[in-house]
């Protein structure tokens, strides 16, 4: 059994002057402060990759920055699902005894330590060397022809696939930390950049500076209560020319799995944070994770399902899509909200009922995944 003692958080967005080693360190002090812990006590760290600061060691380098001489550390990298997979970890470590509090962390510079160039070129390596880097694609265009099938199989329109868009800027209007506070409308989406088709600009998630950092331990530190209930990854490819069928993604093996493992079924779930890159991935997800049906999801948005105050309330900070994407740290912020509806402390964005959570990163495009319950006790 592990807990989920404390989490930290920065604001998304431009942070000029702040290095991807500061805003993790930000990040990493607020968790601290939130678990009730001293850094002494850290004895585990695990540390999410940075296209900014590609450091072959990475999170032994952030734990001298930050002052920690942990027994254990460890980098990961499975793009996207990378903040879930290392909650998982941490989760595996804290029950076999290894150690008793992990440090989970992430930050980058994104925005204003990286070139556009860089960052495009740093992203397109995701493709095959071979078979899909040398025609030029990079993630966009990716999730573009994946829109375009789904589309195609499901007849959703890009007026469905806006209506996420929509929703997670809603959201993100109630967070002070979001790096939009415009609201938007269908239309607004609609009239947007094309970026890849049939996505347009606001159905693709922003460029962000920001950090985030949650503390895992193997008991309580405090009077927040949020344990890890189980959780479950699958990997089922990494490029897209050797991509599974549509009717059977990683996402619907990984919650299987989760399920099978917690004996917990969707019905119960009572908050969901689904990773959302792209309006996509977003309505992709819900299906393949039984949160609704297939061609689906994009009506239940419309009704309010999702809203903060509807059966299913969905990143009510405004997911990547609206408060932001920082590379690894932009995932984390779904599960540091996760945790602050579960204990209570939401504010205005405060739902009826967080007791049981379900949260699922995608990694890659739709290549890697990590499933997670989360339950408040």
């Given at each position: 059994?592990?807990?989920?003692?404390?989490?930290?958080?920065?604001?998304?967005?431009?942070?000029?002057?702040?290095?991807?080693?500061?805003?993790?360190?930000?990040?990493?002090?607020?968790?601290?402060?939130?678990?009730?812990?001293?850094?002494?006590?850290?004895?585990?760290?695990?540390?999410?990759?940075?296209?900014?600061?590609?450091?072959?060691?990475?999170?032994?380098?952030?734990?001298?920055?930050?002052?920690?001489?942990?027994?254990?550390?460890?980098?990961?990298?499975?793009?996207?699902?990378?903040?879930?997979?290392?909650?998982?970890?941490?989760?595996?470590?804290?029950?076999?005894?290894?150690?008793?509090?992990?440090?989970?962390?992430?930050?980058?510079?994104?925005?204003?330590?990286?070139?556009?160039?860089?960052?495009?070129?740093?992203?397109?390596?995701?493709?095959?060397?071979?078979?899909?880097?040398?025609?030029?694609?990079?993630?966009?265009?990716?999730?573009?022809?994946?829109?375009?099938?789904?589309?195609?199989?499901?007849?959703?329109?890009?007026?469905?696939?806006?209506?996420?868009?929509?929703?997670?800027?809603?959201?993100?209007?109630?967070?002070?930390?979001?790096?939009?506070?415009?609201?938007?409308?269908?239309?607004?989406?609609?009239?947007?950049?094309?970026?890849?088709?049939?996505?347009?600009?606001?159905?693709?998630?922003?460029?962000?500076?920001?950090?985030?950092?949650?503390?895992?331990?193997?008991?309580?530190?405090?009077?927040?209560?949020?344990?890890?209930?189980?959780?479950?990854?699958?990997?089922?490819?990494?490029?897209?020319?050797?991509?599974?069928?549509?009717?059977?993604?990683?996402?619907?093996?990984?919650?299987?799995r989760a399920k099978a493992a917690t004996g917990i079924a969707i019905s119960d779930v009572r908050y969901a944070a689904v990773y959302d890159s792209?309006?996509?991935?977003?309505?992709?997800?819900?299906?393949?994770?039984?949160?609704?049906?297939?061609?689906?999801?994009?009506?239940?948005?419309?009704?309010?399902?999702?809203?903060?105050?509807?059966?299913?309330?969905?990143?009510?900070?405004?997911?990547?899509?609206?408060?932001?994407?920082?590379?690894?740290?932009?995932?984390?912020?779904?599960?540091?909200?996760?945790?602050?509806?579960?204990?209570?402390?939401?504010?205005?964005?405060?739902?009826?009922?967080?007791?049981?959570?379900?949260?699922?990163?995608?990694?890659?495009?739709?290549?890697?995944?990590?499933?997670?319950?989360?339950?408040?006790?």
């Amino acid at each position: 059994m592990s807990y989920i003692t404390g989490v930290g958080l920065t604001s998304y967005g431009k942070h000029e002057g702040s290095s991807s080693l500061d805003l993790m360190s930000q990040a990493a002090a607020l968790a601290l402060d939130d678990a009730g812990l001293t850094r002494g006590e850290i004895d585990g760290i695990l540390c999410g990759y940075s296209t900014v600061s590609p450091h072959i060691m990475l999170a032994t380098v952030f734990a001298e920055h930050f002052g920690i001489q942990p027994s254990y550390a460890h980098a990961v990298q499975v793009g996207g699902a990378t903040g879930l997979a290392m909650t998982m970890l941490a989760h595996t470590l804290v029950e076999a005894g290894v150690v008793r509090h992990v440090l989970v962390v992430a930050g980058e510079n994104r925005l204003t330590g990286q070139s556009r160039d860089a960052s495009i070129q740093a992203l397109a390596q995701v493709g095959h060397p071979d078979y899909e880097v040398p025609l030029g694609p990079t993630i966009p265009a990716y999730y573009g022809l994946v829109a375009s099938r789904y589309m195609h199989e499901y007849g959703v329109t890009q007026e469905d696939l806006a209506e996420f868009a929509v929703l997670m800027r809603r959201h993100a209007l109630g967070h002070p930390g979001a790096q939009f506070h415009d609201p938007i409308t269908v239309a607004d989406v609609m009239a947007s950049k094309p970026v890849a088709l049939p996505l347009k600009l606001l159905d693709c998630c922003p460029v962000s500076d920001g950090g985030a950092a949650f503390i895992i331990s193997r008991e309580p530190t405090n009077a927040a209560r949020v344990r890890i209930r189980g959780c479950a990854q699958a990997h089922t490819h990494q490029h897209v020319t050797a991509a599974p069928s549509l009717d059977r993604l990683g996402a619907e093996i990984a919650i299987a799995r989760a399920k099978a493992a917690t004996g917990i079924a969707i019905s119960d779930v009572r908050y969901a944070a689904v990773y959302d890159s792209f309006t996509i991935t977003l309505a992709m997800l819900l299906e393949d994770l039984g949160l609704a049906k297939r061609g689906e999801a994009a009506a239940q948005v419309r009704a309010g399902h999702f809203s903060r105050d509807g059966e299913m309330p969905l990143n009510t900070h405004g997911g990547l899509l609206s408060y932001g994407h920082c590379g690894v740290g932009g995932a984390m912020a779904h599960l540091v909200e996760a945790h602050l509806q579960m204990t209570g402390r939401a504010d205005d964005r405060q739902v009826r009922d967080a007791s049981l959570a379900l949260l699922h990163g995608d990694g890659g495009v739709l290549s890697s995944h990590v499933s997670m319950f989360l339950e408040r006790v």
